[in-house]
């Protein structure tokens, strides 16, 4: 089985979504003839034509609308927002419309559009290119959201967004996209969404990430006996496997590249305290970027939370 | 004048019947015998079931409601030119629009009652429900009217929003895409005056909102918003067009809103009740009684029966409207993802 | 001392400070003529003319943008959106540029806006006049969220927002607008941003509210020995209040009307486990909105956490 | 025509010197020696800072670049025409705009090399820092101009962006408000016909840019880019206008952009090099240096010597620039709000 980068994963779980449903259409900016920024796209345009592979005006608003009513007319469009920070302007679109119209029309209708985005810090990029705001898409009732930290699982869990009915924003890590390379099966595989992984497992402590940051934290574990989930699907996440892993262990961290208030790892802490309590041997310990305006490349790597950080969060734990 | 002229624009405007009944006989073509009776009918069905939302409104039997009075055949007449296979992204004030489309007004009742399941769409009836942050689905018309001309279908998409909407980012950037991909999209302002307290003039500094469709490079008209031929070629027109491949087209329907803005408003702060008064004279259904006169279509008789079925259709809705029993609580769970969470189906237990 | 409402409280908080400050400005749909749709701005146009009460064209972005751009000029202007969800279109300019300028210029500008918006379900509005997201907001590094519950703490907050360098989104319960009264004080007093308030002592549960839940929440307590904080400032919050009550009752239970996955109250409950851990003798326990769409009117009052339902909470911690 | 005109535009295009260095002896005045020299030694500067900062990428001395070349004209005629008490409002690719302005050139390498502190702009420049999110600080100018005219000051605001950033709702409200508030606001759009691999003619089905200022309310003219006298006159009036209460005016400079997008981009992946060489051949300084010539402004001895000079400012500037010690971590807390937080506290001593 050959290996492939998480670009190379996500144009092929594109190609072959939209070689199996005809409704599947993509539209951003510079996905077309160039290819898209990281090349995500490339080749699509001249595989499947202009129609369904479509570059835009500089409009994210104006996508993620006209995807909201693409779908309702039976499409399943696929936007493309440049950077992360560039969706913001669409948040409308999301959540007033997108996340809401299945409920407001009580069945009739629904808005099974995917919105993938580029997240996070660590490409040295310009400011505002490496947001990292999945927290605020979790918030909003109606709205799945999901990351990938392999090309593995990035294919597996593109597909089952684009099949999903409900709207998607799938946030791949821009610093993953060339820097590591998986098997990719050919076939045509999905992970379910709402499904996390136990991608190392362990008996002291249960270490939750995502993304950029679950290489990190698999890093940060020699020389501690840790469990690691990826997560995966942030909402809504997998209660279960969180839940076994904890029982098990007692201890847990969560390690993400958002700042920590009002984080996922939040979300986290509290759903543990609520029902897992019991079983908690130490307070789950979030490790994150702290509350500041993500700084422009220099300061970049003292944002992101370290290997040593999370060592020393691993630490604590296990010294509680 | 030292600058080089490169391209210019003119904005144009229809009008078919003026505000003395006068007809312009060059236009007043196609329009069947049978259309101005629907015209009517619709027009006075519209009008009966505002005027009673306003009454169930003061009852305390609705909840805050939006009046169309006023801006009736703005409503009916561009409603009257769809096909089955059209789409419509109407906002809250459309009312006229929906009952003109045979939309079970129990089901708009039960809506203004508080009731989701009153944007149930019965299937068949390509509306999505009414858009309620203003201006915001102006480009799910776009996406819309985009995906029918890729698929070739002989469809379009009639949006409707007001003067207020045409300030948004979604107007932009709905518009602007239309043109781009000649979308089969037609935009149907109704300019009725005022935004709330907002008027026109503060709206926008342009003259008009139909000179806009001049930025995205396809054509705008206004339309007098309260002569129903007009509306209706206007509206029958851009659709055909949009049906053709030929792309979007702004209509501005200049009307008038005679009424407060919703039953929680008081427009008497902020507007001069002079003006409500020779807007009044100006009301749709005058003119096209006149038009009917003329026809023969008209008798005081038949508007008479007219209005009794129109009150009867509206008191069975009400009726029907008002024996439903209420939505489940749960609903709010269960509509929200198509497969409940486990978070939510913890929570369902709780509701 | 005369008894206030909460939109006189607030309206005489702007009319002070544009009293007191010229560079005051208030931007908004329907606050001049019209006084604005819950009146709060009654009376302003005449007494401060159309130059510094302005109605706006149907523009929530541009409003915001709007106040930006003034405040770097110098002005402090304060924006009122018409109901909370109106506010997603503004996002962006709230989150890439008010929130940021600051930190962007190295402290050469800053955006000293104020947001002001009614939140919450319960005034039987029509669709999306009910949201309740703050949460969302808290999470932005740059951002303070501030809810006032009374008519006086309103006057206060509010004064300090205008005056905060930073900007500030102000978010007003719709639901108490003139259901409560409180004496409210001529005098100009303000009460700090950041500045949590014990409004009732109790000695066995800490329970943590703000806006109209803080009502609720009072109502809750009887039977129980419930010390009750308005938090007041949700971002950045006031930690040594809540600390010290936590060490005192051991339980803790955070009330708040929007939906709890990722909301405020998560915050709120990882907080005290990384920092109380030890002292909590059972785990918080949020009451929220379940995770679904904000309801129209006949089904509001089954989204909005009961009284029962916050009692329930406190038997959980009691019994735990 | 059925229809009636109820109103019409003209789109004007502006051009004082052509391509081949004729200009319009009427419209040739009120540039002095003084002026034209200054263009001159401007638009090297900005085109030497901009080659030097495409080396130092290539050499990892800085980070992702957007290169200006071909629209200097642009940004220094128009940079020129600004007095100190005017605001500016740029996007990422207005280095030109910047040196014209005398903005540290040391700081605007900072900048590039991924440090906040070369957007500390010195006090006394009304300089606001560059806009990464196209088009969202449109509203921002727009809030500025209208503060002016609120506040009765003789100055205006200058907002500059591309012609992607016109698709944005950013600037359909921000122009829609200027327009209505009369905003001492001049909008200029940098039309380089490209929009990372956009074209123009897929931004927006409008034949111009200019036009879409007819949607506001006020004016909107094309200028011919790459005539830095054409930039700097409509410029020019367009401030004076706006400072004496006269409202916003929309510019399109006609431009184009020769280089790649930024120095992460591969322009040869979408566009036709024969574009680009035809462009060539109207860059800005082949007729600026026309004109000179003909003025008895230029030689070669002259233009080596500007060179040489600007070579030396920016090389000086480089120096500084990559002398000065790295920020501080704490940075990114120190400046997020104006006093830190208890938690920011914590996170201090952690960074
Ligand atoms: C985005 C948004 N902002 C504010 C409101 C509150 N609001 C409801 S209707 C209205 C005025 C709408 O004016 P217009 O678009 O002209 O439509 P009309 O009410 O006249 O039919 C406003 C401000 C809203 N619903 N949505
Ligand atoms: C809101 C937003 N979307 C996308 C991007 C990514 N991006 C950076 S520049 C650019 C094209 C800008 O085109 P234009 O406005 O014409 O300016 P130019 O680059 O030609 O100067 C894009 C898409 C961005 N910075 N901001
Ligand atoms: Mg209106
Ligand atoms: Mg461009």
Redesign the interface.
């Known amino acids: 089985m050959a290996k492939a980068n998480l670009v190379d994963a996500i144009n092929r779980a594109l190609a072959e979504e939209m070689e199996r449903d005809e409704r599947v259409?993509l539209l951003g900016?510079?996905i077309?003839?160039?290819?898209g920024?990281f090349r995500v796209t490339a080749g699509l345009l001249e595989r499947f034509g202009a129609?369904r592979v479509?570059?835009?005006?500089?409009?994210?608003?104006?996508?993620?609308?006209?995807?909201?009513?693409?779908?309702?007319?039976?499409?399943r469009?696929v936007v493309e927002i440049q950077f992360m920070?560039?969706i913001?302007?669409a948040?409308?679109?999301i959540?007033?419309?997108a996340?809401?119209?299945?409920?407001?029309?009580?069945?009739?209708?629904?808005a099974p559009i995917v919105v993938r985005t580029p997240y996070g810090v660590g490409i040295?990029?310009?400011?505002?290119?490496s947001d990292s705001?999945e927290?605020?898409f979790?918030?909003?009732?109606?709205v799945?959201v999901v990351v990938p930290s392999t090309p593995y699982n990035a294919k597996g869990l593109l597909k089952s967004a684009i099949r999903?009915?409900?709207p998607v924003v799938f946030l791949e890590p821009s610093r993953l996209y060339r820097t590591i390379k998986t098997e990719l099966p050919q076939e045509d595989y999905t992970i379910p969404l709402?499904h996390a992984e136990v991608v190392k497992e362990g008996g002291s402590i249960t270490a939750i990430s995502w993304g950029t940051m679950l290489h990190r934290t698999m890093e940060a574990t020699e020389g501690f006996d840790v469990e690691v989930i990826d997560l995966q699907t942030l909402?809504?996440f997998d209660?279960?496997t969180l839940l076994n892993s904890v029982k098990k262990t007692g201890r847990t961290v969560v390690v993400h590249e958002?700042?920590?208030?009002?984080?996922?790892?939040?979300?986290l802490?509290?759903?543990f305290?609520?029902l897992a309590?019991l079983h908690l041997r130490?307070?789950?310990?979030?490790v994150t970027a702290?509350?500041?305006?993500?700084?422009?490349?220099?300061?970049?790597d003292?944002?992101m939370p370290s290997v040593e950080?999370i060592r020393r969060a691993f630490e604590e734990v296990m010294n509680? | 004048m030292p600058y080089r002229v490169i391209d210019s624009f003119e904005v144009r405007y229809l009008q078919i019947v003026d505000e003395a009944g006068n007809l312009d006989e060059s236009l007043f073509d196609g329009f069947s015998e049978w259309l101005v009776r629907s015209f009517f009918e619709r027009l006075v069905l519209s009008r009966t079931f505002n005027s009673r939302c306003l009454s169930l409104q003061r009852e305390g039997r609705i909840g805050t409601y939006p009046s169309i009075y006023g801006q009736e055949a703005s409503q009916v007449g561009s409603a009257l030119a769809l096909d089955a296979k059209d789409?419509v992204?109407p906002t809250f004030r459309e009312s006229g629009v929906l009952a003109a489309l045979g939309y079970p007004m129990e089901l708009l009742l039960r809506y203004w009652m508080g009731d989701?399941?009153g944007?149930?769409?019965p299937?068949g009836m390509n509306i999505?429900?009414m858009s309620i942050?203003v201006g915001?689905?102006?480009?799910?018309?776009?996406?819309?009217?985009?995906?029918?001309r890729?698929e070739g279908a002989r469809a379009a998409?009639l949006c409707y929003f007001g003067d207020g909407g045409s300030s948004r980012?979604?107007f932009h950037?709905?518009l602007?895409?239309a043109g781009?991909?000649k979308a089969n999209t037609v935009f149907l302002c109704q300019n009725n005056q005022w935004a709330i307290s907002v008027p026109r003039t503060r709206q926008t500094a342009s003259r008009t909102i139909a000179q806009k469709a001049f930025s995205y490079g396809f054509e705008g008209i206004q339309v007098d918003g309260n002569d129903i031929f007009a509306v209706y070629r206007a509206t029958l027109d851009a659709l055909n067009r949009a049906k053709r491949g030929e792309g979007p087209t702004l209509i501005e329907c200049f009307t008038y809103r005679l009424d407060d803005h919703t039953t929680a408003d008081d427009a008497s702060r902020y507007r001069d009740p002079g003006e409500v008064e020779e807007w009044k004279k100006r009301e749709p259904l005058l003119r096209l009684r006149l038009v009917m006169q003329r026809m023969g279509l008209w008798t005081e008789d038949y508007e008479k029966e007219v209005v009794k079925h129109s009150e009867e259709v509206v008191d069975s809705a009400i009726e029907k409207a008002e024996a439903v029993s209420p939505p489940e609580p749960s609903?709010?769970l269960i509509?929200?993802?198509?497969t409940p969470?486990?978070?939510?189906r913890r929570e369902l237990k709780e509701l």
């Open positions: 259409v900016e510079d077309g003839r160039d290819g920024v129609e479509v570059d835009t005006p500089l409009s994210e608003l104006g996508m993620v609308g006209a995807a909201v009513g693409m779908a309702l007319w039976g499409l469009p920070a560039f913001y302007e948040i409308e679109q959540f007033s419309h996340a809401r119209i299945h409920s407001r029309s009580r069945g009739r209708y629904s040295k990029g310009p400011e505002l290119h705001t927290a605020i979790c918030h909003m009732p109606g799945k999903d009915e409900d709402g909402k809504p209660e279960e958002a700042t920590g208030f009002c984080g996922v790892g939040a979300e802490s509290a759903f305290a609520e309590m130490s307070p789950v310990m979030r702290p509350d500041g305006v993500v700084p422009m490349a220099i300061l970049e003292h944002y950080k509680y | 789409w992204f989701e399941r944007m149930k769409i299937h999505v429900p942050p915001t689905h102006i480009p799910h018309a776009t996406g819309c009217g985009w995906a029918m890729l998409a980012g979604d950037e709905g602007n895409m781009v991909f609903d709010i509509y929200t993802s198509h969470s486990g978070r939510q």
